[in-house]
């Protein structure tokens, strides 16, 4: 494969993931009152990071970040926050990019790509945020900033993280590589299916028609770079 075409397909998926990310972002499982949430959002980033290495990955888990401060950016305290709460703190999850071509990359990197976002969040607590101590998070009350700190943004990323691992180990067991997209659209069928047997083969029948017909529409000559037609079983995905 070209190097152009290489850029393409890595342009493309990187808006894909990045998007669906931002998506899951609104699906919130649990939000915190001063900000930080448990979402799925986690895993798209990591797993675009893991397929197409560092670089690539620190850019588009930068640019997720810009979305979520400009699309949920009532949390911020001031620049301060908005650097470190956001683009400073989801960046770091591109470090997954490290495990590139890792059979178990996916795990090593949701572990160090979270733990280096929670290192972020956890200097933003003991500056930004210690003016709210003494404060309570999950029924118990701390007057010290770093143990605040710790409790606070240690919840939701223990939780985020562990979801991220769920989530590979689920796409583990589809026939192929955890880090295939193609697993992961198998996943999305049974998400979008319900978790219900008629549901998934309907989804996976949609899908399956969405890589159908992007296979028949390059055979075609209507002028247009074939990577817009490979784009349609993934933006299928996402919408």
Not at 30 to 56: D, E, H, M
Request: hydrophobic share 55%; glycine share 10%; proline share 5%.
């Amino acid at each position: 494969m070209s190097k152009p075409k290489l850029s393409t397909r890595c342009l493309a998926e990187a808006a894909i993931l990045v998007a669906l990310a931002q998506v899951l972002s609104y699906i919130k499982i649990y939000q915190f009152p001063n900000g930080g949430s448990v979402t799925l959002a986690t895993f798209p980033l990591i797993l675009f990071a893991v397929r197409w290495g560092l670089k690539p990955g620190l850019l588009a888990c930068f640019a997720y970040g810009m979305l979520q401060l400009i699309f949920d950016g009532a949390y911020a305290w001031g620049w301060p926050s908005m650097l470190l709460d956001y683009l400073l703190a989801f960046t770091p999850l591109g470090l997954a990019g490290l495990f590139k071509g890792k059979k178990w990359g996916i795990f090593a990197g949701a572990v160090v790509g979270c733990a280096c976002r929670f290192v972020i969040h956890f200097i933003s607590g003991i500056t930004v945020y210690r003016i709210l101590v003494p404060t309570e998070v999950l029924g118990v009350s701390f007057a010290n900033p770093y143990l605040y700190s710790l409790a606070y943004n240690g919840s939701y990323m223990l939780a985020n993280t562990i979801l991220a691992l769920v989530i590979a180990g689920l796409a583990m067991m589809v026939p192929g590589s955890a880090t295939d997209v193609v697993g992961f659209i198998a996943l999305a069928a049974v998400i979008f299916g319900r978790w219900s047997a008629g549901g998934v083969l309907l989804a996976c029948l949609f899908f399956g028609f969405c890589d159908a017909l992007q296979i028949r529409l390059q055979v075609g000559s209507y002028g247009i770079p074939y990577q817009f037609f490979q784009m349609i079983p993934y933006i299928a995905t996402v919408a």
